[in-house]
């Protein structure tokens, strides 16, 4: 895992230094997270509603255009993630909280504001509730 991890970071800086004339801009955002969940106990299903956040979910993008056709980007979220279920008429919430840092990368006409992104994520839950 961490030899994947420092592969992909030698590639990340490699590509940073590429293009020294790259286009390098940012972005902050925050989300509204409707959540439904699936939840099974020994093998049987248990209720859950939906769940509706909006606080605290915050993130920062930085973006990094190589060409007009190609590029990048990254940054990190928080997000309040949870479930709610009931079992034998009582309601259980649970949450936590999961810093997240997204990869990906962009193709298409960015001067056209018509583009493609896929990538990923590593999120690490760093408090439950």
């Known amino acids: 895992m961490i030899e994947r991890v420092s592969s992909l970071l030698i590639f990340i800086l490699v590509l940073v230094q ?14 509204f997270i409707f959540a439904f969940s699936d939840v099974e106990r020994n093998y049987a299903e ?9 606080f605290f979910h915050a993130g920062h993008i930085i ?16 997000r309040n993630i949870g479930i709610v279920t009931e079992e034998n008429d009582r309601v259980y919430k649970r949450r936590t ?22 990538g990923g994520e590593y999120a690490l839950f760093f408090h439950y509730k």
Request: proline share 3%.
């Open 18 to 31: 590429y293009n020294a004339k790259a286009q390098v801009y940012s972005e902050n955002s925050g989300e």
């Open 46 to 54: 248990i209720p859950s509603k939906m769940r509706f956040t909006l």
């Open 63 to 78: 973006h990094k255009d190589f060409t007009n056709k190609l590029g990048l980007f990254s940054g990190y979220g928080i």
């Open 97 to 118: 909280y999961a810093l997240g840092v997204p990869l990906a990368l962009k193709i298409g006409s960015f001067k056209d504001h018509f583009y493609f992104y896929g």
